[in-house]
């Protein structure tokens, strides 16, 4: 099945600053990849998600990347603001119908320094 | 819209037990998936259910079941609970499948005793 690889665990940046979170994955035939952030005590909600057919996308101040040959995906938060510490969480799918569900990375927490 | 729901949000069993979790998906989605959420295996896939059919399931074992009703409520039912089920069982709801944004509901806090 999928495994999913997120690092680092813990991400610690100034306010203002950006905060970049990578993502490997093994299962070639994987072709959709969320983020989730959870805040403390809450649920994980999207916050940006990417198709295999697209190499980057962009929210706002956060953006996603993906290599496909690589088989690696990166979060990119600019300006970073006190309300984005939280945990966020990396997934990948088959879209195909594979056994697996959403396959999550183990999550970083973000924390954001004033 | 509504939100996904789960009940109850709080539960503590004791070892041997069973237990019965329920979630209400968004009005119109179709599928509900179950995942449980520890603080050393972080996310994981339990199953997924689309229009009362199990699709996919997770590498959990067999004491895991859950069932999927008409209207989309689904119910999740661990037999013979383990110190090790402790956890938040969270269900997410789609339109159509997983492989779409996924909505997740607050979860229930299982503690096992």
């Known amino acids: 099945g999928e495994n999913v690889e997120q690092h680092p665990s813990t991400l610690s940046v100034q306010e203002g600053d950006s905060a970049v979170i990578k993502c490997t994955y093994s299962?070639?035939?994987?072709?959709?990849f969320p983020w989730y952030k959870q805040e403390l005590g809450k649920r994980p909600q999207l916050i940006i998600d990417?198709?295999?057919?697209?190499g980057e996308k962009k929210d706002q101040r956060i953006a996603v990347t993906l290599n496909k040959t690589a088989k690696h995906f990166s979060l990119h938060i600019t300006e970073t603001q006190p309300e984005d510490s939280a945990v966020y969480f990396c997934?990948?799918?088959?879209?195909?119908?594979?056994?697996?569900?959403?396959?999550f990375g183990k999550g970083t927490h973000l924390i954001i320094q004033p | 819209k509504a939100g996904v729901t789960q009940t109850p949000r709080y539960l503590i069993k004791t070892r041997g037990q069973q237990v019965t979790l329920s979630c209400s998906p968004i009005?119109?989605?179709?599928?509900v998936s179950w995942y449980q959420q520890t603080p050393g295996q972080g996310l994981q896939f339990l199953f997924e259910?689309?229009?009362?059919?199990?699709?996919n399931k997770g590498n959990f074992p067999g004491r895991f079941s859950g069932r999927q009703f008409s209207n989309s409520r689904s119910e999740m039912n661990v037999s013979t609970l383990e110190l090790g089920d402790s956890a938040l069982y969270l269900c997410?709801?789609?339109?159509?499948?997983?492989?779409?944004?996924?909505?997740f509901g607050p979860g229930t806090r299982l503690t096992v005793l």
């Open positions: 299962d070639s035939a994987s072709n959709y």
């Open positions: 997410a709801s789609s339109p159509l499948n997983s492989y779409n944004e996924q909505f």
């Open positions: 259910y689309f229009s009362e059919t199990q699709r």
């Open positions: 990417i198709r295999s057919n697209v």
């Open positions: 997934a990948a799918s088959n879209s195909g119908g594979g056994a697996d569900g959403l396959t």
């Open positions: 009005s119109g989605h179709r599928s």
